[in-house]
């Protein structure tokens, strides 16, 4: 294991310093889990060529482009035996996956659902996950959870020494619970989303602070004009 080395203390200084060149992958992996919060999870749903379902969480996750709309999910290598994980084997084999947004309501499944399961045992069929079918991937969706995207992979581009590799998937189809989508918008505060923070530790969405938006984006969602930020 690569040593955590740290700069000599300085009097003008109230940061540690950690050099990033040539961390080991235990020692990053603790510090940008810690540092990169909160993330949303990507519950992700497969098959396998047997036909097994799998499901499993993944946080280091987020959308990556928007036309078409696409998300990028980090998968590593098991951590015990460098093995490929079931989800990034299906994911490769099928070309396709389904993300389900976890949610609070869905946070004891979602969690007991990372348990390393053998291969030829679905998650869905030990934890009692009721699904539902697809429109244009053969990966179901999970009924609990509000929203679902149907994903087919685009590419996976392996980063770094090869630990991580990151599949990028374009979203076919967006199934929304008509609970938390109005037909035009989709209400995140009644979705409940649960995100992952470093360790053991999740949070859900606590409070909420509204800023009028500065830059239009794509659509002008939540866009009332030009304003400039006030001074100070």
């Not at 990169?36 to 097994?52: E, K, L, M």
């Not at 996750?61 to 035996?81: E, F, H, K, Q, W």
């Not at 949610?103 to 009721?130: D, I, R």
Request: charged fraction near 20%; glycine fraction near 8%; include cysteine.
């Amino acid at each position: 294991m690569t040593a955590i080395t740290e700069a000599p203390p300085s009097p003008n200084s109230d940061f540690a310093f950690v050099d990033g060149v040539g961390l080991d992958s235990a020692a990053a992996y603790r510090l940008l889990v810690g540092c990169v919060v909160p993330r949303p999870i990507a519950w992700i749903t497969t098959v396998d060529s047997a036909g097994r379902v799998n499901a499993a969480p993944f946080s280091s996750y987020n959308y990556v482009a928007t036309s078409p709309p696409m998300l990028g999910v980090n998968v590593a290598l098991r951590a015990g035996d460098g093995a490929v994980k079931d989800t990034a084997r299906n994911i490769l084999e099928s070309g396709e996956f389904v993300v389900n947004v976890a949610t609070e309501a869905t946070m004891e499944a979602m969690h007991a659902s990372a348990f390393e399961y053998a291969p030829e045992q679905s998650e869905t069929e030990a934890l009692k996950l009721a699904l539902l079918p697809s429109r244009h991937v053969r990966a179901p969706r999970l009924a609990a959870t509000p929203v679902q995207m149907e994903c087919r992979l685009d590419r996976a581009v392996t980063l770094g020494r090869g630990v991580n590799t990151l599949y990028i998937g374009e979203v076919v189809a967006f199934h929304l619970s008509h609970a938390i989508y109005d037909g035009k918008r989709v209400d995140s505060a009644a979705m409940r989303p649960l995100a992952r923070l470093g360790g053991p530790f999740y949070a859900a969405l606590g409070e909420i602070i509204h800023r009028p938006m500065l830059q239009r984006p794509p659509g002008g969602e939540g866009w009332t004009g030009p304003k400039a930020p006030p001074a100070g």
